[in-house]
């Protein structure tokens, strides 16, 4: 359950669903409050309202007798009843009265069969301070008001009340209760109950639109915020790869030169002593395989001093795709008949490249090329091709082996140990001349049946103002 509820939160949909989800509620529950607060307020002030009102008539009642005996009269539940009634005979939805004295205890009631109660200390309270108190029951009973009614339907009514005191005095002589039917409070209650609904929904509805809208929009930028983030952690990692891979292949390339430097003297003095053996010992096949492989490892030796030695002169000159394919194919052909694999070299571009730039080129198809034979069983094919992609020219190399395992294909062009035995720098070695290029080395197909490579060359490796076009045929 726990790993289904992170799989989802995962999600960024279903976690944008959740905050909308959260927010939502939290501003359905916060009006949903206001709303109570607002009608409890507007409940409560229709309320007192009737009873303000009666409280006034009461006072103009009490005060406009003008007796001297004023106290003494209002000091008899008569009298105080008679003001009550007074009172009861200006509101139309009066149905009964009841007086208490100034303890809250019941004296009397009209109609007689009204019947008794007691007045809550917090209602008594307020009558001592000569404040009017109401009080709302919208599902009453009237039952409960009168002896022998049966009448049990909800009934709305109104309490109201009402301090009886003299002039200029303090002390509460009496509390008048109005028992009123409320029908129209309930209805004006009902009607501003509907209302602040309506405007609590309308609150909602625009409320929730408009913080949909803008976390969307803050989501959709914390996106965008975030892939750039991580275009420009992956730039970042990829920059640091390249470094690394620099600072290790141009580390190789100072160990090869100081290697050719040393190797060149013996392996030449080795070459002479091997050829001496194999003339002096005719037939001996060992002696003459161990003389071709010192011949190939001095040419090797041969051509990157041309390549280095290239790359500190001055000499500029142009050679076009056509010779560089020529020469390609004579460097690779007498490994590929050792070896028993067929290798095909063909060119749809042309096109023309200065000499140091082609060096790197031959360089690196070369290393691609003897992979690709080693790979290859014999009586298959290595296929090499030129051909343009729009300004730029792609150099494939095709191969029919098993293809690259699933492991090695993530750190494919960092050195490693080899999977035919070697040291695994040649990859790296490609990659990074290829770089230094401005031109692409990157593994463009792969699977039991083969791989290919694609060298793409872009055009600043190009004479003049290059643009790849299909060779004439």
């Not at 790993?3 to 529950?29: D, Q, T, W």
């Not at 009490?62 to 008899?76: D, I, S, W, Y």
């Not at 007074?86 to 149905?95: A, F, G, K, N, R």
Request: proline share 4%.
């Amino acid at each position: 359950m726990l790993r289904h509820v992170s799989r989802k939160l995962s999600n960024p949909a279903s976690l944008l669903g959740l905050v909308l989800l959260l927010a939502l509620a939290v501003l359905g529950f916060t009006i949903a409050q206001g709303y109570w607060h607002l009608r409890r307020a507007v409940q409560g002030q229709m309320e007192n309202r009737e009873g303000e009102i009666l409280s006034a008539v009461a006072m103009s009642q009490q005060f406009g007798n003008k007796a001297t005996n004023l106290v003494q009269r209002l000091q008899n539940p008569v009298e105080q009843l008679a003001l009550t009634l007074e009172i009861s005979q200006l509101e139309d939805t009066v149905i009964g009265v009841r007086l208490f004295d100034a303890n809250g205890k019941f004296v009397t009631a009209f109609p007689p069969n009204v019947t008794g109660a007691t007045l809550l200390p917090g209602t008594l309270s307020e009558l001592k301070g000569l404040r009017p108190v109401s009080h709302y029951d919208e599902a009453g009973h009237l039952a409960d008001l009168f002896l022998m009614n049966p009448d049990t339907n909800p009934f709305p009514l109104l309490e109201v009340n009402i301090p009886i005191h003299a002039r200029g005095e303090t002390q509460l002589l009496a509390g008048a209760q109005l028992l009123l039917d409320a029908h129209d409070l309930a209805r004006q209650s009902a009607s501003i109950e509907k209302h602040l609904r309506l405007q609590a929904l309308e609150i909602f509805l625009l409320g929730g639109g408009l913080l949909t809208a803008a976390l969307v929009w803050a989501w959709r930028r914390l996106q965008k915020a975030g892939q750039v983030i991580q275009e420009r952690t992956g730039s970042l990692l990829r920059a640091n790869h390249q470094l690394t891979l620099a600072a290790k292949t141009s580390a190789l390339g100072a160990v090869t030169a100081h290697l050719i430097h040393g190797l060149s003297n013996p392996l030449a003095n080795l070459q002479d002593f091997v050829a001496a053996h194999s003339h002096g010992e005719e037939g001996n096949g060992d002696w003459q395989e161990a003389l071709g492989e010192t011949r190939r490892m001095q040419q090797l030796v041969q051509e990157v001093v041309r390549v280095l030695g290239e790359g500190g002169t001055g000499d500029v000159y142009e050679i076009t795709l056509a010779e560089l394919a020529v020469v390609l194919e004579d460097a690779i052909q007498p490994a590929a008949r050792t070896l028993g694999v067929r290798c095909e070299v063909s060119l749809s571009t042309q096109g023309q490249i200065y000499n140091h730039p082609a060096n790197i080129i031959l360089l690196i198809l070369e290393n691609l090329i003897r992979n690709a034979l080693q790979v290859t069983p014999r009586d298959k094919t290595v296929r090499v091709s030129f051909a343009a992609a729009g300004s730029n020219v792609v150099c494939a190399v095709a191969d029919e082996g098993p293809g690259f395992p699933e492991h090695l294909l993530k750190n494919l062009f960092m050195p490693c140990r080899s999977t035919k035995g070697g040291a695994g720098l040649g990859l790296a070695i490609s990659k990074q001349l290829a770089n230094h290029l401005g031109a692409q080395l990157e593994l463009k197909h792969n699977d039991p049946s083969g791989c290919t490579f694609a060298l793409v060359l872009p055009d600043s490796v190009f004479a003049g103002n290059h643009e790849a076009t299909a060779a004439a045929t």
